[in-house]
């Protein structure tokens, strides 16, 4: 059996229109289900869980937007809702869309358009749930580790960090100096099944070229000049966990 891409409600006074949606959202993969008024829908919602709602603008008792409003107060979060309406002006999109809606499509419109804002809304959503848990699970395995940020590009290197974290290959990171480098390197090493094990950074840029070796691998008593004791290399005291060698570049 197909699996179902996701769980949409939607919300329309037109029972033509709703069951045309209907039809062509479950042809798509998408299970629905569907709601002729707002308090039809605000049953729906508390009874059952949905990814995401499509509901017209223009509907009796509140509008799409009020609609819109009060389920996110009642379950707690922010649905992606997308908006459909045949009164479309630039001032209903833009307060749609602060007050929390995916987007704002006019009727009529094209189908296949339906389709590709649901199917970005639900990736934006899913992404986003992917972040949180990431951030939930940094939280509690690094505690002082200050990680912060919101934007795209921020989000996209956390989720790379995600993929790599739980494999043993090296991994190499880039970036000025300055841009979070060990940062990252020590969330890959918390999000990795070795998050108990030792995190060791280095500098290699600011240790002699002389005394790296030592310092990476150890040294025996006696091994040179001033050896006067035994030394534990960074990589013997990182055995099991992650070793972070910094500016390498310099070295």
Not at 67 to 75: A, G, T, V
Not at 92 to 119: C, M, N, R, W
Not at 186 to 198: A, E, M, V
Request: negative net charge; aromatic residues 6%.
């Amino acid at each position: 059996m197909e699996e179902k891409k996701g769980k949409i409600l939607i919300v329309d006074d037109d029972v033509n229109l709703l069951e045309v949606l209907k039809l062509r959202l479950q042809f798509h993969g998408y299970e629905t289900n569907v709601a002729e008024s707002p308090k039809e829908a605000l049953r729906k919602i508390g009874r059952e869980s949905f990814d995401l709602m499509v509901v017209d603008l223009m509907l009796p008792e509140m509008n799409g937007i009020e609609l819109m409003e009060q389920i996110f107060s009642e379950i707690g979060f922010q649905l992606p809702v997308i908006i459909l309406t045949a009164y479309g002006t630039i001032n209903l999109a833009v307060e749609a869309i602060q007050k929390g809606a995916y987007s704002f499509l006019t009727k009529p419109f094209e189908h296949h358009d339906l389709i590709l804002h649901i199917e970005k809304a639900l990736e934006k959503n899913r992404l986003s749930s992917q972040i949180e848990n990431l951030q939930k699970i940094l939280s509690e395995r690094a505690t002082g580790l200050n990680l912060v940020g919101k934007s795209q590009s921020f989000q996209r290197v956390l989720r790379e960090a995600m993929g790599v974290a739980n494999t043993d290959s090296t991994v190499l990171l880039t970036g000025e100096t300055g841009t979070g480098k060990e940062l990252i390197a020590q969330t890959i090493h918390n999000l990795s099944q070795w998050f108990k094990k030792p995190f060791v950074p280095i500098n290699c840029g600011a240790i002699p070229e002389t005394l790296l070796e030592s310092e990476l691998f150890g040294h025996s008593k006696g091994a040179f000049t001033g050896a006067h004791r035994k030394k534990e290399g960074l990589f013997a005291r990182a055995n099991g966990g992650t070793i972070f060698l910094d500016e390498i570049g310099e070295a």
